[in-house]
């Protein structure tokens, strides 16, 4: 039966996506500000949790944050030629100030490149000053005529790593410790999502970058999500700030940029590649609460039995799990069992007068949320069976995760059989197609190349656009 | 004799912090971007620091974060009468995106009142909604001619707390709290730095508030720095915004807002208060690196010998200290010193040949940076002595600034003492006095009422101005 509020997935997934932000309160339409939303407490405490496990891996990595303006000189994006060509038709302009005119408007940050490149320019002066590896947590804003809650807003909240390099090797392997250290150890360890590794194509790849690198997601229908980005910018922005430095030998060089973020689109994808018709499933590693209780009693008698073995119970768990208890009166058990169900805690407690007698409790399991996912456990030693669980829970949304990934992943060996594989999923092909192919294909099946995987194929194949014979595969997906 | 680069306090204590602000390389002049600054990462780290402590106790009071949108339409500004006032003069305005002007344009915050009461508008219903305990951590803007680094900068970051109450009690508790549980514990404990909890007058309170509250430190030089401010909007916000919930018997009623904010210029009063003419001083608990390990050797032989115990010393510190070891080359042990100095790491030890030899070690504090903060302690157990030390240096530095404040504040009986006192510090007087009798002090004189101090003396006296007799003391003096 499906639950009030929520469209089933299989009859519509875009609304049943709309469905789950607003039944687990995560987010508002903020109807006056163009494009944007409101991240509401329940979706912020998930934002929160995504932070604190991407700042310890960002800064066990060497990095340190700073914070940059949000303003950048409407000048500077111009200094990179397809930098400006990317971001000028998307920015938000500040032109007065003070209720005068400004002499030179300013562009409210879409991505910092330009900013912090000007400023590297100053900081950076010897090979002793290198490598320069600073981070920044910041909102940015887009405009965007077609917003989604947390996939595609205005403005959004993310890091953006930005660092300075001797080498153009120095540069490269730091693109890929972001790429693989922080962003896909985070993503697959706290967000229980596995993602596929690989280099953008030319027409893929970030404004003004050398090389681009992502990782990329397959949701519930899908469709493919871009987690992270990270990008090798060679040169390019080096020489449009003049970042220079005197290495070794006095000689003046150019120095190698990297830049690299994750967003609070991470939120959507999170939503869209676990939960269910019942409601959000949170990892256990990011639930702002891991365990919900509730006592259930008809009497005052009963009331002070289960609330004091609910005490009792619960007496050892602060510092090691991160609960709730919902004595809230006036409410069924029942009302609560789906109020927590929909908000996606991954484990409930439920404690009665039985459970009291017998020593036991109920033990629910969000990811599933049948008969089958339910036992009684004895309360000896709960804390540690819930602390299992958790870690079973974890570990089965991302397996189940994978396996639709498997699952939803084909080859085709022809454009016709791409064309109808990519309404399944991941479809990978043998490609040797230039960027006008891409565009074509775009435009015709309306899917894209998400990345050239680094797993790649030992024999080589038939490119399915232009016939020729390579060793290259990428996968094509409809994307996010 | 003076330091390198460091201006001494007495000889122009302006000039002092601002040398203090680069030598410890804390922040950058963003001269690109008006009256803004590049927040470095050593600055940045005392904030992450900062936001820790305040987070914690944001969220140990009830409240939860959440993060509402950087622009607002302009018309909301003028919803509240005595806000626009105050706000209207000093907003940036985007009017352009996507290349195409706005109907209407938005300003970027400088405050959110406005737009959060629109949201709250929308989110309250009835009595079971409240209390609303939110608060925000953001960037706003405020455009300002005179910048100075953390204290006065057009964009600055901040947490702004936005509440909605059931009554006026309710509300006025709740500002309370944020002004002593929050605040004051936060500044007074992990600033090292005593406040004077109080009220603002009239003149001096928030443009839109009922009662605004604020904390007030003194500073070096004497003035005055408003170190945090929390509002009872009473139901000026509600009605602008329209906040109305139905109470239990049914009755519509509009609620009782307040808000709170404390923000980087708090970095700006930890610099001025506790920092000497060495450079920067940051209090232990605050501090990102509380431990610098200077090794010293001239040879081969005894750099790996130092090193040995080095790694042996510092082998339980992990999770109980936060340290570094300075093992940079080429770099003499003099120079580091005056580097950690400057950068105000609250404790430095040295471990040369003769203390292997000894199995103790020399242990410098940075408070006292002369021949009494310098001690040779034994390696056993120095762990524990550092820990203490931190503790002592933390108590000192707050005694210290305490005593400062104690021995610069004055009470005048008459205008013409409260002019000459002003010049030292924080002047006490009897004050029954209007806005107007305010605003020519301020011109004559440059000093403002601070607060009405929560602590009154119990006999009453005569109002410097009216000679009326009253109960009432107000502090003046020149503030940041």
């Known amino acids: 039966m499906p639950k009030e509020g929520i469209t089933p997935r299989a009859q519509d997934y875009s609304q049943w996506y709309l469905d789950i932000v607003q039944q687990a309160d995560l ?6 500000v163009r494009g944007c939303i409101v991240f509401k407490p329940n979706g912020y405490a998930i934002w929160e949790a995504m932070q604190r496990g991407l700042d310890d891996r960002i800064k066990a990595t060497g990095h340190v944050n700073a914070y940059f303006p949000l303003l950048i000189p409407k000048s500077f994006l111009m200094k990179e030629a397809e930098h400006v060509e990317g971001f000028a038709p998307e920015v938000a302009e500040v032109t007065h100030a003070s209720g005068e005119e400004l002499a030179e408007p300013y562009v409210i940050r879409p991505t910092s490149e330009t ?7 100053k900081w950076v002066r ?19 005529m077609r917003p989604r809650p947390f996939l595609r807003t205005a403005e959004f909240l993310w890091q953006e790593g930005h660092t300075v390099h001797a080498t153009e090797e120095d540069a490269e392997r730091e693109t890929l410790v972001a790429l693989n250290e922080i962003y896909a150890d985070f993503v697959e360890k706290e967000m229980a999502l596995p993602v596929i590794k690989g280099r953008k194509t030319e027409k ?3 404004a003004g970058a050398l090389r681009s690198y992502a990782l ?14 990270s990008h090798n910018l060679g040169q390019n922005f080096a020489k449009a700030f003049d970042i220079t430095f005197t290495d070794q030998t006095n000689t003046v060089q150019h120095g190698w940029t990297t830049s690299w973020g994750i967003s609070t689109r991470l939120i959507g994808a999170l939503i869209m590649a676990h939960s269910d018709d019942e409601g959000l499933i949170i990892p256990p590693r990011l639930a702002p609460t891991q365990v919900v209780v509730v006592p259930i009693h008809k009497n005052e008698t009963e009331r002070s039995a ?13 510092g090691h799990l991160r609960f709730k208890i919902d004595d ?19 484990v409930r407690i439920e404690v009665g007068p039985k459970d009291v007698q017998k020593g036991s409790v109920a033990v629910a399991r969000r990811d599933m949320p049948g008969r089958e996912g339910k036992a009684f456990v004895p309360q000896a030693g709960l804390r540690d069976h819930i602390t299992n669980l958790l870690t079973e829970i974890q570990q089965n949304l991302y397996d189940r995760a994978l396996r639709f990934r498997e699952e939803h992943t084909f080859e085709a060996s022809s454009y016709d059989e791409l ?40 024999q080589s194949g038939t490119c399915i656009i232009t016939g020729k014979e390579t060793k290259q595969q990428v996968i094509f997906a409809r994307a996010y």
Chains 1, 2 share one sequence.
Do not use: C
């Open 27 to 32: 987010a508002d339409y903020a109807e006056v």
């Open 115 to 121: 900013i912090i490149g000007y400023f590297y320019a």
């Open 126 to 144: 010897s090979w002793r000053d290198l490598p320069l590896l600073i981070n920044q947590w910041a909102n940015v804003m887009r405009w965007e």
């Open 204 to 206: 893929e790849k970030f």
């Open 216 to 229: 990329e997601a397959i949701m519930q229908d899908g469709r493919a999500l871009q987690a992270a980005t």
């Open 306 to 318: 289960v609330m004091a073995a609910v005490e009792q119970i619960t007496s050892d768990w602060k």
């Open 328 to 346: 809230r009166e006036q409410l069924t058990p029942g009302f609560k069992f789906n109020e927590w169900e929909l908000k996606g805690i991954p």
């Open 419 to 458: 064309k109808a594989l990519v309404e399944k999923g991941f479809v990978r092909v043998y490609w040797a197609g230039s960027t006008e192919d891409e565009r074509r294909i775009q435009t015709e099946i309306k899917a894209t190349t998400r990345v050239i995987p680094f797993e790649q194929p030992e």
